[in-house]
């Protein structure tokens, strides 16, 4: 026996999803409206009857539209617009982001804008154009920050399937791996600092501190400071750029006495991103470079449209 609102008696049934069960009772999709009705004396009048039957039609039309729209799976192509907005920043908490789209700058004359410091009677402004993110691009947003897929250990593979699926995951899909080789991804870093493993002896004046060549950058420099003939610190003068690893410190021989030691401190490294020109792409810029976009990863991130 079936009742109105989706419920089933049956000795054994099968629910809409196929799903067999015996003598329980258990909640159906509900696929056709209770129909209204005009009472018997009422149903020669062809007015009202089209009324209920329009009414009827309305009410169907209700129910399936909330069948074919799960509201908490925000994919779906039938949340749109103001109900995306609801759905992702009622459920999930995620608002709709904003796309920046240029910068303009004013300044003074040639010459009078310096970092950090402007000269005197000039003047320097700057405004800054956004719009909202489309349907497509907050969904795929979404699905950046809640998939959980990847795993929960923070690599550079984790960071390129992030990157692939925004790509190439329309509306918040999942994306082919086959398309992680199209993402160029460049981690580099500076020397921050030398930690002096040991000061050596003998020294009379500061050694030249020496660190190994990046593949590509600059090398960094240092100036050794020495206290009771042995080595206790390394001031930086410049950190370098472009090392993929941990360069090698050496520093020159005392006349007499034991070489000094140390190892290289990497300071906060640099996420070189290049992506391909493609929808979703300048979004993917703006959103990194605006920090939007979480990442788990202390360094700086720049992203190439190419």
């Known amino acids: 026996m079936t009742f109105g609102l989706g419920f089933t008696t049956d000795s054994s049934i099968t629910t809409d999803s196929s799903i067999t069960v015996d003598a329980i009772a258990v909640p159906t999709s509900l696929q056709t409206i209770i129909k209204s009705y005009l009472y018997a004396q009422f ?14 039609d309305i009410s169907q039309g209700y129910l399936n539209w909330f069948n074919a729209t799960p509201l908490a799976l925000y994919t779906n192509s039938n949340i749109s617009g103001p109900l995306l907005d609801w759905t992702l920043n009622g459920i999930y908490g995620i608002t709709r982001p904003s796309i920046s789209t240029g910068v303009n700058v004013t300044e003074g004359p040639i010459g009078t804008y310096m970092i950090g410091a402007l000269a005197v009677g000039e003047f320097y402004s700057a405004t800054e154009t956004a719009i909202a993110a489309s349907d497509d691009i907050y969904k795929r947003f979404a699905t950046w920050i809640l998939y959980q897929g990847d795993g929960v250990q ?12 925004f790509l190439y995951g329309t509306y918040g899909s999942d994306a082919s791996l086959d398309t992680l080789s199209n993402i160029g991804l460049s981690i580099t870093a500076a020397v921050e600092s030398v930690e002096i493993t040991n000061g050596g002896s003998g ?39 472009g090392y993929t690893t941990q360069p090698t410190v050496t520093f020159s021989a005392p006349g007499t006495g034991t070489t000094a030691t140390g190892v290289s401190i990497m300071g906060t490294g640099t996420a070189d991103i290049t992506v391909p020109s493609i929808s979703g792409a300048n979004s993917l810029a703006s959103l990194i470079s605006n920090n939007i976009l979480p990442l788990p990863f202390q360094m700086a991130f720049s992203v190439t449209v190419s």
């Open 43 to 56: 149903r020669d009048d062809e007015d009202l009857q089209a009324f209920v039957d329009v009414h009827n």
């Open 203 to 241: 020294y009379s004046s500061a050694p030249t501190v020496t660190f190994s060549a990046p593949p590509s950058g600059v090398t960094a420099t240092g100036t050794a400071t020495i206290t009771g003939n042995s080595v206790t610190s390394v001031t930086m003068t410049s950190g370098g750029s």
């Open 154 to 165: 923070m690599s550079v593979q984790w960071l390129l399937r992030r990157i692939n699926r």
